[in-house]
């Protein structure tokens, strides 16, 4: 599986309608829950806000709404293409501005299907790996030779803070953070705790 690393968009006009899709990446079901309100709010004047949500290592929870449009003739459709992409920790939603002309129900299908397919076409991706949030303190005579130990290992999203000592936060492949602990607990002598916390 892949994981989204930005939100894209993409629009469709069909018959008059508008419908524009977007992505968001999303850790779990609440976040998506989350951002579908923020769209609904966004797009208050919209026709629809019909969306798909898939969450977890192999894509197991999984979630949509036709939000008013006919039965399985949007919700469906956009989940079986958010299935068919392989990404995970994704929210697609599908905003219609009604056009005045009715799609019937099988050119609804293709309209959610093809602006699904639209947005997933210019969205990017990368491999789905577990990683935990990891957090040190150390003081100024350490952080060099720590910081430079920690280059070798897969860290993002690191935030420093400098006071009293150095505090150091961020994200690093779950695999790799027992070794990494056990290195920063050596490079100190046993007064750093370099600690860790799976992202649920």
Do not use: W
Not at 1 to 9: G, R
Not at 37 to 50: L, W
Not at 111 to 132: F, G, R, T, W
Request: hydrophobic share 40%; net charge neutral.
């Amino acid at each position: 599986m892949n994981v989204l690393l930005e939100n894209a968009s993409a629009s469709l006009v069909i018959k008059n309608s508008r419908f524009i899709a977007e992505v968001f990446p999303v850790a779990n079901q609440s976040e998506a829950r989350e951002m579908l309100g923020r769209q609904k709010q966004r797009y208050f004047d919209a026709t629809h806000v019909v969306h798909a949500f898939i969450t977890g290592l192999s894509g197991e929870v999984n979630g949509m709404s036709d939000d008013g449009e006919p039965s399985g003739t949007a919700g469906r459709p956009v989940l079986d293409v958010l299935k068919g992409s392989g990404i995970t920790n994704i929210l697609l939603t599908v905003t219609r501005y009604f056009g005045g002309i009715l799609l019937g129900t099988g050119g609804l299908v293709h309209a959610y299907s093809d602006s699904a397919k639209a947005v997933l076409a210019a969205c990017k991706s990368e491999p789905y790996v577990e990683k935990s949030i990891f957090s040190f303190t150390c003081g100024y005579e350490l952080y060099e030779g720590i910081k430079r130990a920690l280059s070798k290992f897969n860290l993002s999203e690191v935030e420093e803070s400098f006071a009293d000592s150095v505090m150091v936060k961020g994200k690093i492949f779950s695999a790799q953070a027992e070794e990494c602990s056990a290195l920063v607990k050596n490079l100190s002598k046993g007064k750093v705790i370099f600690s860790t916390e799976k992202i649920v």
